[in-house]
C-alpha cells in the first residue's frame, strides 16, 4: 500500500474546537472518497478512564488501527503536555511519535493530526509542537476560536506557523462565544490577512459532537504554499 497525506490541526488556543474541526476533515475527506485516520500525538486530560479526543477521533476515522498509534502519549492530567509527562516521569519523544505517524500513512489515504493547545506548545524541554510539525512534514490548519481577541492571536499564529517554513494550508472559523460582537467583520478581517483559504465558519455549538452530523468544511479550497 502507498503511503497517505494528510494535515496538522493547530489552534489559537486551547479549547477553540480542534477536534471538532478534526473530525469534520475526516468526515469530509471520507465523503470525498478517501481512506481517513485522525491521531492525537499526545492527549493531556483523562476523563472517566478514556480520552474524549481520541476517542472522537478514533470514532471519525474509517480504518482500524491500534491505539499505540493513534495516540501515543496519554496523560491524565489536563494541563500543559511537558509538565504532564514530567509528572508522569515520561519525556514525549518526537520520533515515537513520527513513527506511530508513519505507521496511519500506511493504511490511510488521509491522516489529520490534532496537535495539543496551541501552535508553540512546549512538548518536552527542548521541543515544542512546531519542532513536531516539522517531523512530521505536514502542511497546517489553523482554528480561529472566534471571540474578543482573536484577530490578534490568529496572526501571531500564523506568523509562528510561517517562522517555522512549514505551509499554511487553511483556517476555520470556529465561533466559541455565541456573543461575540462584530463577528462578521472579524471574519471578514481574517480573510484579508492571513493569505491562506477559508474552508469553513463553524457556528456556536453548546455540546458538539462530532459523532453527530459534523460539519463538512470546503477541503477543495485546501493548497499547499508558504
Given at each position: 500500500m502507498g503511503m497517505g497525506s494528510g494535515y496538522f490541526v493547530t489552534g489559537t488556543d486551547t479549547g477553540v474546537g480542534k477536534t471538532r474541526v478534526s473530525c469534520a476533515l475526516l468526515h469530509a475527506f471520507a465523503v470525498a472518497g478517501k481512506t481517513v485516520a485522525g491521531m492525537k500525538p499526545v492527549a493531556a486530560g483523562c476523563e472517566n478512564g478514556a480520552w474524549p479526543d481520541v476517542e472522537l477521533l478514533a470514532a471519525a476515522s474509517s480504518v482500524s488501527v491500534g491505539r499505540e498509534h493513534i495516540n501515543p502519549y496519554a496523560l491524565v492530567p489536563p494541563i500543559a503536555p511537558h509538565i504532564a509527562a514530567d509528572r508522569a516521569g515520561v519525556e514525549i519523544d518526537l520520533e515515537v511519535i513520527r513513527q506511530a505517524h508513519l505507521e496511519l500513512r500506511k493504511k490511510a489515504d488521509v491522516v489529520i493530526v490534532e496537535g495539543a493547545g496551541g501552535f508553540l506548545v512546549p512538548l518536552n524541554d527542548h521541543e515544542d509542537s512546531a519542532a513536531l510539525v516539522q517531523a512530521l512534514g505536514l502542511p497546517v490548519l489553523l482554528v480561529v476560536g472566534m471571540r474578543l481577541g482573536c484577530i490578534n492571536h490568529a496572526l501571531l499564529t500564523a506568523h509562528a506557523i510561517r517562522t517555522a517554513q512549514v505551509p499554511l494550508a487553511g483556517?476555520?472559523?470556529?465561533?466559541?462565544?455565541?456573543?461575540?460582537?462584530?463577528?462578521?467583520?472579524?471574519?471578514?478581517?481574517?480573510?484579508?490577512?492571513?493569505?491562506?483559504?477559508?474552508?469553513?465558519?463553524?457556528?456556536?455549538?453548546?455540546?458538539?459532537?462530532?459523532?453527530?452530523?459534523?460539519?463538512?468544511?470546503?477541503i477543495a479550497r485546501i493548497r499547499?504554499?508558504?
Amino acid at each position: 500500500m502507498g503511503m497517505g497525506s494528510g494535515y496538522f490541526v493547530t489552534g489559537t488556543d486551547t479549547g477553540v474546537g480542534k477536534t471538532r474541526v478534526s473530525c469534520a476533515l475526516l468526515h469530509a475527506f471520507a465523503v470525498a472518497g478517501k481512506t481517513v485516520a485522525g491521531m492525537k500525538p499526545v492527549a493531556a486530560g483523562c476523563e472517566n478512564g478514556a480520552w474524549p479526543d481520541v476517542e472522537l477521533l478514533a470514532a471519525a476515522s474509517s480504518v482500524s488501527v491500534g491505539r499505540e498509534h493513534i495516540n501515543p502519549y496519554a496523560l491524565v492530567p489536563p494541563i500543559a503536555p511537558h509538565i504532564a509527562a514530567d509528572r508522569a516521569g515520561v519525556e514525549i519523544d518526537l520520533e515515537v511519535i513520527r513513527q506511530a505517524h508513519l505507521e496511519l500513512r500506511k493504511k490511510a489515504d488521509v491522516v489529520i493530526v490534532e496537535g495539543a493547545g496551541g501552535f508553540l506548545v512546549p512538548l518536552n524541554d527542548h521541543e515544542d509542537s512546531a519542532a513536531l510539525v516539522q517531523a512530521l512534514g505536514l502542511p497546517v490548519l489553523l482554528v480561529v476560536g472566534m471571540r474578543l481577541g482573536c484577530i490578534n492571536h490568529a496572526l501571531l499564529t500564523a506568523h509562528a506557523i510561517r517562522t517555522a517554513q512549514v505551509p499554511l494550508a487553511g483556517w476555520v472559523a470556529n465561533r466559541i462565544d455565541p456573543e461575540m460582537a462584530a463577528f462578521e467583520e472579524n471574519v471578514l478581517a481574517l480573510e484579508r490577512r492571513l493569505d491562506c483559504p477559508l474552508l469553513g465558519v463553524l457556528p456556536y455549538d453548546q455540546s458538539p459532537d462530532a459523532r453527530d452530523s459534523p460539519p463538512l468544511l470546503d477541503i477543495a479550497r485546501i493548497r499547499i504554499g508558504f
